[in-house]
């Protein structure tokens, strides 16, 4: 049973960056697709970004030119650099993965989700 755990989030002034980590009980992310998913209570979940086994990266357009995908420490880690963050940035977010899709992005139908970390830009 594959876990995920995501932290870094937390509260930001509109206009400031955090980077959000996630972390996989299997000790290497080894899935062909793994994303970043955001929900605000009461809306739809919103696929962020993702990132296939190549590295190919695929963003929504809300985000494109702000946000970063990638995998690092070994591929231990999934993270989200997120810059120049908005009010409209603030959500619930969530990494996934899935090693059985067609397509890695968006990421709201992965099998395997974190429980999630919440971010708040005021």
């Known amino acids: 049973h594959v876990q995920l755990v995501e932290s870094g989030g937390g509260s930001v002034q509109a206009g400031g960056s955090l980077r959000l980590s996630c972390a996989t009980s299997t000790g290497t992310f080894r899935s062909a697709c793994m994303g970043w998913i955001r929900q605000v209570s009461g809306k739809e979940r919103e696929g962020v970004a993702s990132?296939?086994?190549?590295?190919?990266?695929t963003y929504a357009d809300s985000v494109k030119g702000r946000f970063t995908i990638s995998k690092g420490n070994g591929g231990r880690t999934l993270y989200l650099q997120m810059d120049n963050l908005r009010p409209e940035d603030t959500a619930t977010y969530y990494c996934a993965e899935d090693d059985r899709v067609v397509r890695c992005f968006p990421a709201v139908d992965f099998a395997v989700w974190g429980r999630g970390t919440q971010v708040t830009v005021s």
């Open positions: 990132i296939d086994s190549d590295g190919e990266t």
